[in-house]
């Protein structure tokens, strides 16, 4: 055993919800990121860590498969990453014996902070639809007050989690000016994207996603944290929990990245500003709002 791992006092187990490169890159910047007073162990799936006799002193479930899978059985403090806020709420909630260990770092950006970028990005849409699933509803009222802040309105299609969204969609976007999208996995899967992408392609309708692989798909703007950043976070929180014995609540991201697709904003006529005139004016519209 290494000197590390012997004078180790905090035991910490990151359990994976697949092997993709999400994940990896969140555990090697995670192992980079926290001190040699903390001692990590991965597991590639939560079976596996199911089938281990692991005593970790904390569990990171990383996606919310994993939160899915070990939340119901947690039997030590958990810090869950890369979930979307609505689902790992909603799970949570049934958690309620174990709510004063439970935390997370959602994967989502806080709705202030997206409905800036938004206007940033496309100051003339009044207009902005969001097809959602009733996961999504408890949400709404935020992301319309955000919204009407800026002097929009937000409109919004409920779909039920089987239905199909052709209809929906294609009545949304008629009377939409941007469709803005969030991790609704329901909704925005690797079986609809595609045809989402199609639809506002051919309505003429900007899409923001949540992802670079969103932007790099045909979306026309993107604002995101990366794993690398989460796994920074969610270090500098096991800190805090080593110090303190106990989690921090549950938080958005704290870094955050932008991604444009200028060629799809010019097939759609659509000029927008450098990346450093849509950061300052997110940090222009910050600051007024907060005065």
Excluded at 247 to 259: D, G, K, M, R
Aim: include cysteine.
């Amino acid at each position: 055993m290494s000197a590390c791992a012997r004078s180790a006092r905090l035991n910490v187990a990151l359990v994976l919800s697949n092997n993709s490169a999400p994940y990896r890159e969140f555990v090697t910047t995670f192992n980079y990121s926290v001190k040699n007073t903390v001692q990590t162990v991965v597991f590639e799936s939560p079976d596996e860590f199911l089938l281990s006799l692991d005593n970790s002193d904390i569990v990171i479930p990383v996606g919310m498969h994993a939160s899915e899978v070990l939340m119901p059985s947690a039997k030590v403090p958990m810090l869950s990453v890369m979930v979307p806020q609505g689902a790992y709420e909603g799970l949570s909630k049934m958690q309620l014996k174990h709510a004063k260990t439970l935390s997370a770092i959602y994967l989502n950006q806080p709705w202030a902070r997206q409905i800036d970028f938004l206007y940033a990005v496309l100051p003339h849409s009044p207009r902005v639809g969001v097809l959602h699933t009733s996961s999504m509803a408890q949400e709404l009222h935020e992301i319309s007050s955000e919204v009407t802040r800026h002097g929009g309105v937000l409109i919004e299609r409920e779909v039920a989690m089987d239905a199909l969204l052709a209809e929906p969609l294609d009545r949304l976007l008629q009377v939409s000016d941007v469709l803005l999208a969030f991790p609704d996995s329901a909704i925005y899967n690797s079986t609809n994207i595609r045809n989402i992408l199609l639809s506002t392609y051919r309505q003429n309708v900007p899409l923001l996603g949540w992802s670079q692989a969103f932007v790099n798909a045909g979306a026309v703007a993107a604002l995101f944290s990366t794993p690398e950043q989460l796994a920074r976070q969610a270090a500098a929180l096991i800190y805090v929990y080593e110090q303190s014995g106990h989690l921090p609540l549950s938080q958005y991201p704290a870094e955050f990245n932008i991604a444009i697709n200028r060629q799809v904003a010019r097939s759609l006529g659509i000029v927008i500003a450098s990346d450093a005139e849509i950061l300052a004016r997110m940090k222009k519209e910050r600051n007024r709002a907060d005065d």
